[in-house]
């Protein structure tokens, strides 16, 4: 199947500090990338959908200003957690689709951000 | 998209097949049946998808009632490398579609 990769696979910074994860699809050209969080023994929550050269949009409750993402190109895209605290430790991925078959959604192997 | 309700947990013998259900009594006449599952601390993989007919693939089987109200995911022979959240989710396809994610079953695979 098709590869997204994340870089760093996991993280740990200081209260207060910008953190920027990297999401990159290598075997294909994605047009919509999705950013999800989990905290440990829950499921995923889906932050956001961005496209290609397109604003992001945020689910209900995801603070854009907190969580920005950037669709740069269509294989990369990176979300930074800005001002990061302790309780924005979580398990975070993506995913990618190159077009709209649902069932053609890659997903990343995650990064742990672990804010002390 | 239609709600979905699982089993929080299954456990199955290696070698068996274990069977997870998951019920979407208000699915829509467009949304179809989509099954992942995530390995711990790994990202969800894809496993299979159906609309109303059985699927197969080298993975797994899909069984969709007549009124497609309910499915079952079939591995028809689990390994210990099986063991993992296995995650139900319906929804249509298209641009607007999106992949949220319920609660799922665990499903442990013992020897």
């Known amino acids: 199947g098709a590869v997204v990769s994340q870089h760093p696979s996991r993280v740990i910074c200081k209260s207060g500090t910008s953190v920027k994860i990297e999401c990159r699809s290598l075997d294909f050209q994605a047009t919509t990338m999705f950013w999800y969080r989990q905290f440990p023994k829950q499921s995923l929550m889906l932050m956001a959908t961005s496209n290609e050269g397109s604003k992001a949009t945020y689910e209900q409750g995801v603070e854009k200003d907190k969580f920005l993402i950037n669709h740069a190109s269509l294989t990369l895209s990176t979300l930074t957690v800005t001002s990061a605290h302790p309780e924005d430790s979580s398990f975070y991925i993506c995913s990618a689709r190159p077009g709209l078959a649902v069932e053609t959604q890659y997903f990343g192997p995650g990064t742990r951000l672990l804010v002390l | 998209d239609a709600k979905t309700t699982q089993p929080p947990s299954m456990d199955c013998a290696e070698g068996r097949a274990a069977n997870l259900p998951c019920n979407h009594s208000?699915?829509?006449?467009?949304?179809?049946v989509y099954w992942y599952r995530q390995i711990h601390s790994q990202g969800p993989q894809y496993i299979i998808h159906g609309l109303k007919n059985n699927e197969t693939n080298e993975m797994a089987s899909l069984i969709i009632t007549e009124d497609r109200k309910s499915s079952t995911l079939i591995l028809p022979h689990a390994t210990l490398r099986d063991t993992a959240v296995y995650y139900c989710i319906v929804t249509a396809p298209g641009t607007a579609s999106k992949l949220t994610f319920g609660t799922g079953t665990r499903l442990q695979v013992t020897l």
């Open positions: 208000t699915i829509s006449g467009n949304e179809y």
